[in-house]
């Protein structure tokens, strides 16, 4: 694959990986199915054809997402209904159903981005409830008064790099919980128990651990695991510049140790 078809395919499944987060028409589950998928696409077939295909079973991918073959068929259904994807070629032989990422569903949803989100269908959507916090009285300054008598002006629903970043913040309310499911509450306990974890709003994880020892470990034996987890796409293992407050460091020789 030349430079300039890996770059294109490079930026065609990072517009999938950003229009399947920001979708309010997908469940997180049918969202974490779809970014496992794309992962497993044919870059060679991308290469002579210019589609994204995966031959990713049920089975490879429940695996690889840590849920079960039964919510991975419901995924797959919920991606084949909304549009994402589409059979491609039916298996057989031993062979998977190879599927392909519909690229005109992409194209909608950049369209859909850059114009605005329409409002039929607004407040019909529980996945698109208002959270309490944000229900302060602020209609004097958006609403018609009689000094102004303006519409309303009040976004209806997120812009597409605000799905992007909520959606990036969501994943990471229990990274900890995740890792620890992972890789073990024992492996999570021994070398992930004082770290920081910080996701940032482009879906790298920061992990920030309190001693060179402890990060180079992470760094050598864990970050292949870490880029498994929902919606990381980065991983860096930084260290901390001093130890936390009341934490020892238990990975360096206890004092008068020879």
Known sequence: MTAKSHSDFRETVGRFQDAVLASPALKPRDK????????????????????????????????????????????????????VIERDRPGGRGQATRMRFRLDWLEREDAFADTGVADAGVGQNPDLATEPSSLAD??????????????????????????????AAAGGLDLHA??????????????????????????????????RFQADTIRQNYADELRGLFPVRAVEVRVAKALPPGVRDLWSPAEGRA
């Open 178 to 211: 995740q890792i620890a499911q992972r890789i073990g509450k024992v492996q999570h306990a021994n070398w992930f128990r004082n770290c920081q974890l910080t996701l940032t709003s482009d879906r790298a994880l920061i992990v920030t651990a309190p001693t």
């Open 32 to 83: 974490v199915v779809a970014l496992v998928m794309l992962g497993r696409v044919n870059r060679e077939m991308f290469r002579g054809l210019g589609e994204l295909l995966t031959w990713a079973s049920v089975e490879s991918v429940a695996g690889r997402c840590r849920l079960s073959t039964r919510d991975v068929e419901r995924a797959r259904s919920a991606l084949l209904a909304v549009g």
């Open 138 to 167: 602020t209609t004097r300054a958006f609403c018609p008064t009689r000094e102004s008598p303006k519409p309303c002006d009040i976004t209806r629903e997120p812009t597409r790099e605000g799905a992007r970043a909520s959606g």
